[in-house]
């Protein structure tokens, strides 16, 4: 099958690149690199790098392709409350470009990279895909709008869609070009943090005062192997006209001092870590319920918090 595949020097969107070519996959990637790296993208693989605001750019990446992954957008939450019309302009227009796009050509399957953030502050722990969307962020809300966007063109246009809503995407793939990472700028990440904490600039926690057993946030960590893994499966399962939604997490959650204690022990030395102020806009504890992926992908993710931390310590090297 041939898939168009946006964002793909990216970091999710490289790692997806890797494995969907290890799997036969034809793929054309379509990035305008302006956060992700262009010497992730593999020898002889077709690569446009253009913008998915350019209706050009996008049509020439679509010429052949049969389905669609969408990783491509912009996504750091801060950022996203600084620049709101850059976040909507970027994510919700240019997907509106490329599902017209889609559409005038016939491309009829999709799968999207959707958000926990699309939640909010949740008001039941785990988080079912039933539950209320109220993003707190404007990150989040292009994510949600993107997903309406997805329910509107299955019933209307018969595309075939599935929004996959992350959770807290970590760990790295090794590949016949070395690793594939998390190479931000800035970073946020709460993993490459602690990877990168020193005496001189240790980890700042993000407040210790959280109503949780240690005192800081709980987040769902999901390795990014397992991550693209569902969305191998989420595109082979695309058939009919429908927009489905699931979660992507492992279902289990951890304190940012459970990650710091497992990057310790993989590290051999007591990450330097600093009390610190909350991050605003943070929730206490999101954990995602992913019977539903589970159920209807057949997917079970495999790789712990261990194998997160200890794929991004060998990648860091
Ligand atoms: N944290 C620290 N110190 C740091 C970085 C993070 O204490 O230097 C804490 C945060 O406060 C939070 C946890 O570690 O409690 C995880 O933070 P991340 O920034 O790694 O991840 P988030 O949970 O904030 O965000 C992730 C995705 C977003 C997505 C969100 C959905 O990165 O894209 O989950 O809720 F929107």
Not at 232 to 252: F, M, Q, T, W
Not at 267 to 275: E, F, I, K, R, S
């Amino acid at each position: 099958m041939k898939v168009l595949i946006t964002g793909g020097t990216g970091y999710i969107g490289a790692t997806a690149v890797e494995i969907m070519r290890s799997l036969g996959y034809e793929i054309t990637i379509l990035d305008d690199c302006s956060t992700g790296h262009a010497d992730t993208v593999p020898t002889g693989l077709s690569f446009i790098q253009g913008s998915l605001l350019n209706p050009t750019d996008v049509a020439q990446a679509l010429a052949g392709v049969e389905a669609v992954v969408h990783f491509a957008g912009k996504s750091l939450v801060g950022e996203s409350v600084e620049k709101p019309d850059l976040y909507h302009h970027v994510n919700v227009d240019g997907t509106r470009i490329l599902l017209d796009q889609m559409h005038q050509v016939g491309v009829k399957k999709i799968v999207f990279s959707s958000s926990a953030a699309t939640y909010g502050e949740p008001t039941q722990i785990p988080i079912k895909e039933s539950a209320a969307t109220a993003p707190t962020n404007p990150y989040g809300a292009t994510k949600l709008a993107i997903d309406h966007m997805l329910s509107a063109e299955s019933a209307v246009r018969g595309l075939a869609a599935t929004s996959l809503r992350y959770f807290n995407v970590a760990g790295a793939l090794h590949c016949d070009r070395g690793w594939l990472t998390e190479r931000h700028n800035p970073e946020t990440h709460l993993i490459p943090n602690v990877l990168r904490s020193s005496a001189e600039n240790p980890l700042k926690i993000f407040g210790g005062d959280w109503p949780t057993p240690d005192g800081t946030c709980i987040r769902d960590y999901v390795h990014v192997i397992d991550l693209i893994d569902a969305h191998v499966k989420a595109l082979e399962s695309l058939a009919s006209p429908h927009h489905e939604i699931y979660n992507l997490g492992s279902g289990d959650g951890y304190s940012v001092r459970q990650v710091v204690a497992a990057a310790s022990t993989a590290l051999g030395y007591a990450v330097p870590t600093l009390d610190s102020p909350r991050r605003a806009g943070d929730p206490a504890v999101l954990i995602a319920d992913i019977s539903k992926a589970r159920d209807g992908l057949n997917w079970i993710p495999t790789r712990g918090i261990e194998a997160m931390v200890a794929d991004t310590v060998a990648s860091f090297k």
